[in-house]
């Protein structure tokens, strides 16, 4: 019973590396997103997607590429990493139905640090 | 203005208090309301969902009122393990617009 699975938990990258941070869902939820949190900020969206091969930005997007080519997995792409992309990372998932019950499920986080 | 906003925290309240939590909403077209907890920089987790008639789970109380576009969490006698982050979260589309969270702290 994964729920959502991010990896790597932690990471150290240099400026102007890129990497891919890795989420996958095993609920078959339609609903898929990325959010980074700094502090006092809350969660801020990056990109979104709505089910496979639809992707759409959030509030935060530049500096990050998304695509979502399974229903199940929807990495991250930094592109050139930033010191300003220092932050924690969450992958949610989430079903399409409206009303109260719609639960979005997270994954455990990503720590990422540019230096 | 961001789109959800909450209280500025953090509350310190000694146990056994009543707390209330009040967020506002800008965008009308918002679907569903939540309160999710956050404990320590770990991942977000549903408290309660928030209904238009209001609703109730233990000692936690939600409201919501859509014509003022305004949502809140009641906590009463307070518990040590109580004390986190309240994140108030509204659904729209494909989106989760979260507020910026209040920090509770509940004090023996």
């Known amino acids: 019973n994964a729920g959502v699975t991010q990896t790597p938990k932690f990471q150290v990258l240099k400026t102007g590396q890129s990497m891919t941070l890795q989420c996958a869902q095993d609920?078959?939820?339609?609903?898929m997103s990325w959010y980074r949190q700094d502090p006092g900020m809350g969660l801020r969206l990056i990109h979104y997607?709505?089910?496979?091969?639809?992707?759409d930005q959030g509030e935060v997007p530049n500096g990050y590429n998304v695509s979502r080519s399974t229903t199940e997995d929807f990495p991250l792409r930094l592109l050139s990493a930033a010191p300003s992309q220092t932050s924690v990372y969450f992958c949610?998932?989430?079903?399409?139905?409206?009303?109260?019950?719609?639960?979005?499920?997270f994954g455990q986080g990503t720590r990422l640090t540019v230096v | 203005r961001k789109e959800v906003e909450q209280d500025p925290g953090p509350f310190n309240v000694p146990e056994g208090a009543t707390v209330a939590f009040n967020c506002t909403y800008s965008n009308s077209a918002s679907q569903s309301f939540f309160w999710y907890r956050q404990d320590c920089r770990k991942e977000p987790k549903l408290l309660m969902s928030v209904y238009s008639s209001g609703n109730e789970d233990g000692r936690f109380t939600a409201q919501l009122n859509r014509a003022s576009q305004y949502i809140s969490l009641l906590i009463r006698d307070s518990k040590l393990s109580d004390s986190a982050t309240y994140l108030c979260?509204?659904?729209?589309?494909?989106?989760?617009?979260f507020g910026q969270g209040t920090e509770l702290s509940v004090k023996p």
């Open positions: 979260v509204v659904r729209r589309g494909g989106k989760l617009i």
């Open positions: 949610a998932s989430s079903t399409p139905l409206q009303g109260a019950n719609t639960e979005a499920f």
């Open positions: 609920m078959n939820h339609e609903y």
């Open positions: 997607s709505v089910g496979a091969g639809i992707t």
